[in-house]
């Protein structure tokens, strides 16, 4: 109720001052002003065992400056992220865009963060003892051909603070990111990961599961080649996915036809269909985490439906705030 109230004032502010307002609120414990009543629903996925099923996706806290107060929302699992080895301001401003007819948003903030070595300091701090998932993605200035690089910087640096860690292949707002998915390009990135990984994990004592972050935009058929290379090289679980570079039902809206990336809930029906054809391409073999378009309770079951043991959120909670978390623990209880 309290965050329906603020809404329309937020909403009268530009979209990234709204967003860097919100971290600021959560670093000074914005999560007590909304006391939380999330039922228990614990599952346990990828050998980690999560309270409730509903998490935060990465782009919210991009730094890691805010773990404590978003887990204060009744979070099941929280991830942060996009990180990059070297820090970056991202694309130029605007580059953040609400559609509120259609409870949507389209961004192009091009990984704008403070480097991994700020984040693992930062997470450090934290007193959440939860389920931390740790996004890891390229400097834009890294030529694709050389992403791997990247990708193993931050896991070196992020292995001993995450509780899992995402490999972010999807984002459109990185050029040439989105070719990872495929190929020979998908192959040796996952083989080279997955080394790394075992020995990192042989150090530690630990399992630290990787997850790989794909596209909604990719058909059922190449869903099927890249379930096929996720079981081969033995990763821990796929993220069905990220923001869409299509434009449902939203061109018409002023800002429907901006750059970048569309969530929200336009984005339901094309990520709902690559979840299903995700978990098919899988039989099993693998959890897939649902994201994309979650706006009511509903809308969580939905996913848990097709399959997903897990579903996170985002624009959902710029649309509906924090009672969005416990609504869809509710509703995802109803299908369990």
């Given at each position: 109720m309290l965050y329906q109230i603020a809404r329309p004032l937020l909403f009268s502010l530009p979209e990234e001052t709204v967003h860097e307002l919100t971290l600021a609120m959560l670093r000074k414990g914005l999560g007590r002003l909304y006391p939380v009543s999330v039922p228990a629903m614990p599952v346990e996925v990828m050998g980690l065992r999560f309270p409730n099923p509903v998490g935060l996706a990465a782009g919210l806290d991009k730094n890691g400056d805010c773990v404590d107060g978003l887990a204060s929302l009744g979070f099941g699992f929280v991830e942060v992220g996009t990180v990059t080895p070297r820090p970056q301001p991202g694309n130029p401003k605007p580059r953040m865009f609400r559609l509120p007819a259609a409870s949507a948003l389209i961004n192009r903030m091009g990984f704008n963060n403070r480097g991994v070595d700020y984040l693992v300091k930062a997470v450090a701090t934290r007193r959440f003892e939860g389920v931390l998932g740790i996004n890891i993605g390229k400097n834009a200035s890294t030529p694709v051909e050389q992403a791997v690089d990247d990708y193993l910087y931050c896991l070196d640096r992020v292995h001993t603070e995450a509780s899992y860690v995402v490999v972010n292949v999807s984002s459109p707002n990185t050029p040439g990111l989105r070719t990872l998915q495929h190929g020979d390009a998908l192959e040796s990135l996952l083989g080279t990961l997955r080394e790394r990984q075992t020995a990192l994990d042989q150090r530690a004592g630990r399992r630290v599961p990787l997850v790989i972050k794909i596209a909604p935009d990719n058909d059922a058929e190449a869903m099927g080649v890249m379930a096929e290379a996720l079981v081969r090289h033995g990763i821990d679980g796929v993220t069905v996915g990220n923001t869409t570079i299509t434009r449902p039902h939203v061109e018409a809206l002023p800002h429907g036809t901006e750059q970048g990336g569309l969530s929200g809930q336009p984005l339901k029906p094309l990520a709902?269909?690559?979840?299903?054809?995700?978990?098919?391409?899988?039989?099993?073999?693998?959890?897939?985490?649902?994201?994309?378009?979650?706006?009511t309770g509903e809308d969580a079951a939905d996913k848990q439906r097709l399959g997903a043991p897990l579903v996170q959120v985002y624009t959902g909670l710029i649309y509906r705030g924090p009672a969005l978390v416990a609504e869809s623990v509710r509703a995802m209880q109803k299908v369990a």
């Open positions: 709902d269909q690559a979840l299903s054809s995700m978990v098919k391409a899988l039989d099993g073999r693998m959890p897939v985490i649902g994201v994309g378009g979650i706006l």
